[in-house]
């Protein structure tokens, strides 16, 4: 399957725990990645590989994955976290890429 | 500082062919494990891959639009070309490309898009 599956819209309390999910047969084999995306802007990176956070990304975004389903956690969200996020990963075949039809996290 | 920016029409019309240039900075496209990829978005839904050349020149499509696309690279001038073929007002969307790691399989840099309309 190329299929990458989001719920499309999560809510989350100021300060609270959020995890946003991500599933698809090709992430039993492969990490998914994670980008933020804010209203008029491009795509930023957040989580790539088992739990990796490039440079400048605050250590309240984890990633973790088990089985044909990988989540990102924001532990203590905050305003500016208020975004859509997306997953990718290589489809089952590994020769292609794929997305997910991303989230749009609201915090509350 | 790796940058990469996408210039190309903001409008075509219908059966026309795209032409998009992507020009970066920062980073060899010669380099072992590095690509660059091109990514859309309609107005209001989702990223979608469409492809993406490595450093070999080996070069991967997106299964559905396979057959309209086309993406090339000039190491020398440092830019990758995407052209789209039988434009659609359904391929109206923001057009982005990206510095893509093999090995993470991950666009770590994106440029800021680029807006197109597909209207007669």
């Known amino acids: 399957s190329s299929e990458l599956t989001q719920d499309p819209a999560v809510s989350v309390a100021l300060g609270q725990t959020v995890r946003i999910t991500c599933q698809g047969d090709?992430?039993?084999?492969?990490?998914a990645t994670w980008y933020q995306q804010k209203p008029g802007q491009a795509p930023v990176l957040v989580i790539y590989?088992?739990?990796n956070r490039p440079s400048g990304i605050p250590d309240r975004f984890s990633g973790s994955s088990s089985g044909n389903t990988a989540s990102l956690t924001i532990t203590g969200a905050q305003a500016e976290d208020e975004a859509d996020y997306h997953c990718s990963s290589r489809d089952s075949s590994g020769y292609h890429l794929v997305f997910g039809g991303g989230t749009k996290l609201t915090v509350l | 500082q790796i940058t990469l920016k996408e210039s190309g029409p903001t409008l075509a019309k219908p059966t026309q062919t795209l032409t998009l240039t992507c020009t970066f900075s920062g980073f060899s496209l010669s380099t072992s494990g590095v690509g660059v990829g091109w990514i859309r978005q309609p107005p209001g839904k989702a990223l979608e891959w469409l492809a993406l050349?490595?450093?070999?020149?080996?070069?991967r499509y997106s299964s559905s639009l396979k057959s309209r696309l086309t993406i090339t690279k000039d190491t020398s001038k440092n830019q990758v070309v995407l052209t789209v073929t039988n434009m659609d007002p359904v391929d109206t969307a923001t057009y982005y490309c990206a510095h893509f790691q093999a090995v993470a399989a991950t666009f770590d840099y994106w440029g800021q898009g680029t807006l197109v309309t597909v209207s007669s």
């Open positions: 590989g088992k739990n």
């Open positions: 050349i490595y450093w070999d020149d080996d070069k």
């Open positions: 090709s992430l039993r084999n492969y990490y």
